[in-house]
């Protein structure tokens, strides 16, 4: 069985401590200084062998915190751990950038994801879900759009597929769940806009095109939103419904930020406005002592909490 996915730390640590310790069991200097301390040494030893399976525990601990991550890839993306199950919400992006993503945030002995969410043209995701399936796909469908009823699911996407519908839930545990905003077409392809609830924060993922009226309907439920937006401007937020912006995420946006935090000069704007040409990827984790909102990287360094 070949794994894939993330090398944990502790993995890491252990591997290089086992081979330390052999390293110093076939030295001759080693060997003299311990002489008569045999047992010493294969006291040594059997920590050494443990040091591979302990650090497997604790690379398969259960997180205590949700994670949402927006991925830094050439189209809007979110990937979810709740618990220990993972979802991935995406548009059209190349297999390659998402792949990688993906990788980098699946443990060593994760094969795949349990749901994956494609807002549009899910066509360009099949090679990122043949390298990590998912157990369920949710995929939108043209005809099914066009014609207002049901519509076969795609199979080259691989385990269970469906065709969603406007104003589905699925939840994923932990307090988490996604929501079919809505299902419409743009440029003669299917879209869906997709919002995912963890507490009190609603990360939204609006599909290609103008806002869709039905995200009225969801921001009267009062909370703090995040959203990654489908294009490189902020005129999508200025036709969405007022709501507590807790961030807005985009590729290439225009914006006047000269303080370098990522606080815009419009004072009616929200007040947190990240390109992610500049921050890269950008993650809200929520845990018992509240939430939070990290960059990969900032004017000040890497690694940056930009909220609170």
Not at 65 to 74: M, T
Not at 204 to 223: M, T
């Amino acid at each position: 069985m070949v794994f894939t996915g993330r090398v944990p730390a502790s993995v890491v640590a252990g591997w290089y401590g086992a081979l330390l310790l052999w390293a110093a069991a076939g030295s001759a200097d080693v060997r003299a200084w311990l002489g008569y301390r045999r047992y010493v040494g294969r006291g040594l030893a059997g920590a050494g062998l443990a040091l591979l399976p302990m650090s497997a525990l604790l690379a398969a601990s259960r997180p205590d915190h949700v994670a949402v991550s927006v991925l830094d890839v050439d189209a809007p993306a979110l990937f979810v751990r709740a618990g220990e199950r993972t979802m991935l919400v995406t548009g059209a992006a190349g297999s390659g950038p998402l792949a990688a993503s993906l990788a980098e945030r699946l443990g060593l002995w994760e094969r795949g994801i349990d749901l994956a969410v494609l807002v549009d043209r899910p066509e360009l995701v099949a090679e990122t879900l043949r390298r990590y399936p998912a157990s369920l796909v949710v995929a939108p469908s043209a005809d099914a759009v066009r014609s207002g009823g049901p519509a076969p699911a795609t199979p080259a996407l691989g385990g269970s597929s469906v065709v969603p519908q406007e104003g589905q839930r699925i939840d994923l545990g932990e307090d988490v769940w996604v929501h079919v905003v809505d299902v419409r077409e743009h440029a003669d392809v299917a879209v869906l806009d997709v919002r995912v609830v963890v507490g009190e924060v609603s990360v939204w993922l609006p599909g290609p095109g103008p806002a869709s009226a039905r995200w009225g309907e969801v921001a009267e439920d009062g909370r703090h939103v995040l959203v990654r937006l489908p294009s490189r401007s902020l005129a999508w937020t200025r036709v969405a419904p007022n709501v507590p912006w807790l961030a807005i995420v985009g590729d290439g946006l225009e914006l006047a930020d000269r303080s370098g935090t990522g606080s815009t000069d419009d004072a009616d704007g929200p007040r947190l406005v990240l390109d992610q040409r500049a921050y890269g990827g950008v993650e809200l984790v929520l845990a018992a002592s509240g939430w939070s909102v990290r960059t990969e990287r900032c004017p000040r360094g890497r690694g940056c909490v930009v909220v609170p």
